[in-house]
């Protein structure tokens, strides 16, 4: 069997469902009475009834695209935080400007999880390249090196002669950063000479990790696994040596949902990724992220038997101007909530130069009388804006999480 970081790792279905029915009443009850907005978005719920993933999803969700919003009206963290900022430990800023809190706790990020599963061990030197100033991704690794036993070397971002030196030097083991920066110190170290031959185990975040990038980086020996995290809810998933999508983080609850609204989706179809995490300071009670994943059947052939998803794919905020209006997913959703013969509904937007026109497409078991004309009455009262309608049939819209298709011509 494979080694795991801990024993939840390859906990049973039934034991794992047991361990969110005694922590998710908790969480919110605590988020209730200690964070200003959830006492608020929370209040006509009975915490004591949230005892499983089907009642999680019946609470309202709290995007990435709220925070700016409601921590302007309420600074300095839009009433999210549990904890006074007075008594938190640091608080970072990210673009936005969007500020995320740190509490005193070890590893309040979860991110040993996920260095564990990249094959870094106890003892062994971590060179992390991730930023230290104002955005928190330097802090995240460090808090989880830290957990796992393992020193920093605080490199941050830039300076890559100097990093190469630090690298032949004090010959680290394992790599924290982005895949790119990776490749650039290992190609500035083949032209100065330099052996970096010491560093084997990667993991890497923050952007995409195309195949042939990671193939690229195994031909100078460093074996590269991926992890997903970001600012406000810290580690999501993270991939393991099986490399088959990304294994979801014992401590996050995992939901994917239908841009523009807060309901799951089935299994396999793309959605929003929308996060649960149980951090005392920070309690965040379905975080949409606004990024778009998909969940893969089965548990990862490395043994641990959490939920998997694929990994990133693309954005849900898909809000796009047609005619001079906005128009958001989420009245896409209305409009086949309105419908329930719409299974699945997505607005395809086109024309040059200005001329928009836009389509709903919805899929539909046969083709009920009158649904096309009603459906489009519904659209102009939602979008006030006219557009077509187009029924098609089940599984004829391609499964890319798309809610708004803009296919306007730019040139």
Known sequence: MAEHYDDLET??????????????????????????HFAKSLADVDPAAVTDRAALAALPVIRKSDLQALQLA?????????????????????????????????DGFRFARSMFAAGFRTGELVHNTFAYHLTPAGRIC??????LGCPIFPAGVGNTEQQVQAIASLKPRNYVGTPS?????LEKAKEMGAD?????????????????????????????????????VGLIAYESEAKEGLIVDEGAVVEIVRPGTGDPVPDGEVGEVVVTVFNADYPLV???????????????????????????????????????MFVHPGQVAEIARRHPEIARARLEVTGEKGQD??????????????????????LTAVTKLRGAVKLVGHGELPNDGKVIADLRSYE
């Not at 998909?294 to 990994?311: D, E, F, Q, W, Y």
Request: net charge neutral; aromatic share 4%.
């Open 74 to 106: 309420s600074p300095p963290l839009g009433g999210l935080n549990a904890t006074p900022a007075d008594k938190l430990a640091r608080i970072f800023m990210s673009p936005g400007p969007i500020f995320e809190p740190e509490g005193h706790g070890p």
């Open 286 to 324: 379905r975080f949409g992220t606004g990024d778009m994943s998909a969940v893969l059947a089965g548990p990862s052939p490395c043994g641990r038997t959490n939920m998997r998803i694929k990994g990133w794919m693309g954005r849900a905020d898909q809000t796009t101007k047609i005619k001079g």
């Open 142 to 147: 460090e808090s989880g090196a830290h957990a």
């Open 11 to 36: 906990r049973s279905a039934d034991a794992r469902a047991a361990w969110l029915a005694q922590v998710l009443p908790t969480q919110i009850a605590h988020a209730k009475a200690n964070a200003a």
């Open 357 to 378: 026109s836009m389509t709903l497409v919805c899929e539909v078991a046969g083709t009920p009388e009158g649904l096309g004309d009603a459906v489009g009455q519904t």
């Open 196 to 232: 970096v031959s010491s560093l084997r185990h990667a993991l890497v975040s923050g952007e995409a990790l195309p195949p042939s990038l990671r193939a690229d980086l195994a031909e100078y020996g460093v074996a590269v696994l991926q992890a997903y995290a970001t600012a406000d």
């Open 181 to 185: 920066f990776l490749r650039i110190i």
